[in-house]
């Protein structure tokens, strides 16, 4: 950024100069076990819920007068990919890093009639209005169709392939020199548990499921 920013924002005049600035890492940690840390933390992009629009982050950039262009970070949401400058400026105490997806999986983003889509690893097709859409909207559910006998044979993504681990270490490592962060595991699941099966399933069935078939709810789930 051109310039810096701090956010507006107050710590006790007093007892803030007498306490000792924490890390990000051991101020989030003192937080979590309901110790008082030298200020309250910030979390912005750490999961999903708490990050921002590609199209909001852009305008903001823009509002600070920067000369960052702002990145995608997560294709079906849009959210973006949040700079170590810009967290950095906003001291941000989190950062997320997300494992990759399987190596079998690839990306084959379709244009068709004003629409993108794809099909995500897990089979679930997100379509985006171009130039109109802030996020994918789910147009395919692939276990909406699936008998429960079936499920066994749903071609699942396999959470061990060894392409999900690339490069993640290293990653973390280089924040974890720039800024000593508390981090947080990204994921599919960061939106709540539940809210990802009924992707899978479709909203419909899946609470239907909930009460009339609790037992394929909680293989699902598994």
């Not at 276990?143 to 999900?164: A, I, N, Q």
Request: hydrophobic content about 35%; overall charge neutral; glycine content about 8%.
């Amino acid at each position: 950024m051109n310039r810096p920013y701090t956010p507006a924002c107050k710590d006790t005049p007093k007892s803030s100069m007498e306490r000792k600035v924490m890390t990000s890492r051991k101020r989030t940690l003192t937080a979590l076990s309901h110790r008082e840390p030298d200020r309250v933390p910030y979390d912005l992009g750490g999961l999903g819920p708490s990050g921002i629009s590609i199209q909001a982050y852009r305008n903001l950039l823009n509002h600070l007068q920067s000369q960052e262009k702002g990145e995608v970070g997560d294709v079906a949401s849009q959210r973006a990919r949040l700079s170590e400058e810009f967290l950095l400026g906003f001291r941000v105490d989190t950062r997320s890093f997300r494992v990759r997806s399987q190596g079998s999986w690839v990306l084959k983003m379709q244009e068709e009639k004003g629409y993108s889509s794809f099909y995500d690893e897990w089979g679930i097709g997100r379509k985006l209005a171009e130039d109109r859409g802030m996020h994918f909207f789910i147009f395919h559910h692939p276990l909406s169709e699936v008998e429960t006998s079936d499920l066994s044979r749903f071609p699942w993504p396999d959470p061990m392939d060894g392409h999900r681990r690339i490069g993640v270490a290293e990653e973390a490592r280089v924040i974890r020199q720039e800024a000593d962060p508390a981090f947080v595991l990204g994921s599919s699941f960061s939106s709540g548990l539940l809210q990802f099966a009924a992707q899978l399933e479709g909203h419909e069935r899946f609470f239907t499921d909930l009460l009339l078939d609790p037992k394929r709810t909680e293989w699902i789930l598994d």
